[in-house]
């Protein structure tokens, strides 16, 4: 019996303190153009990453479901100081709102790949008006970390084609924006042409035209690797 209340409390406990981090990590800023579920998705996450904290010297990879989706990157890369801090549907704002725990943590190195989720909802939802705003907002992740984080270096990733022709116009658009941002603070990885096949994204390396399916994730990590050799 009193093994039983001991038990008992240690799992009132973790409960109590679940609940507190999860409280006091969860951004209570307003974070635009969420819906319902992202906003959910979201906080889930950011609860999720506060049980596994950025330790100083990290490589991290942040983004949205392309990010997410990848799993363990350190199993992937065989590289244990390799994060995963995807949010499947985050957007450029998303990322913006969650650069706390990165400049806390003091990364060796940062790997963004984030801004598709932005053509969806300029094109679906219409409530982001400016294609231009991805790219405006890659230039004040990039200049912000770049100012808190001198040591770090950061990547931005070029956005990937789509199944639908008129998404990839759009992608390959942003890509060349964040291309011709002035006095970048960064190095630009454009990936793009190694996913596309007549315009579109290669149906031999997606699950539903968007994501990545193994041999997709295989050929990213294949051109990443080169980028990561010299990071300690």
């Known amino acids: 019996m009193i093994l039983k209340r001991k038990v008992l409390s240690l799992v009132v406990l973790f409960i109590s303190f679940f609940n507190a981090s999860f409280s006091s990590f969860a951004t209570d800023k307003e974070v635009p153009f969420q ?3 992202l906003k959910t998705h979201y906080q889930q996450r ?8 950025l330790e100083k010297g990290d490589v991290v990879f942040i983004g949205d479901s392309l990010t997410e989706l990848g799993a363990n990157w350190a199993v992937r890369f065989e590289n244990l100081k390799i994060r ?3 949010i499947a549907g985050d957007t450029t704002y998303g990322v913006l709102a969650r650069l706390d725990e990165l400049e806390s943590s003091q990364p060796s190195a940062v790997f963004i790949l984030i801004g598709i989720n932005d053509i969806f ?3 679906y939802e219409q409530q982001i008006k400016k294609l231009s705003d991805a790219a405006a907002n890659i230039a004040k992740i990039t200049s912000r970390l770049n100012n808190s984080l001198p040591n770090t270096k950061i990547f931005v990733l070029g ?3 789509d199944h639908r022709d008129f998404i990839t116009v759009m992608a390959k658009e942003v890509n060349r ?3 011709s941002i002035t006095n970048p603070n ?3 990885l454009n990936f793009h042409d190694q996913f596309a096949v007549d315009g579109i994204m290669n149906p031999e390396l997606t699950t539903d035209g968007t994501h990545l399916n193994r041999k997709g994730y295989q050929i990213w990590k294949n051109e990443l690797l080169p980028h990561l050799d010299g990071i300690q």
Do not use: E, K, M, V
Not at 46 to 53: G, H, V
């Open 177 to 179: 924006q964040i291309l």
């Open 46 to 53: 950011l609860a999720l990453f506060s049980t596994q904290p």
């Open 121 to 123: 909802n300029l094109f």
């Open 84 to 86: 995963n801090r995807g």
């Open 35 to 37: 819906n319902d579920w």
């Open 186 to 188: 960064f190095t630009f």
């Open 159 to 161: 956005l990937l084609p």
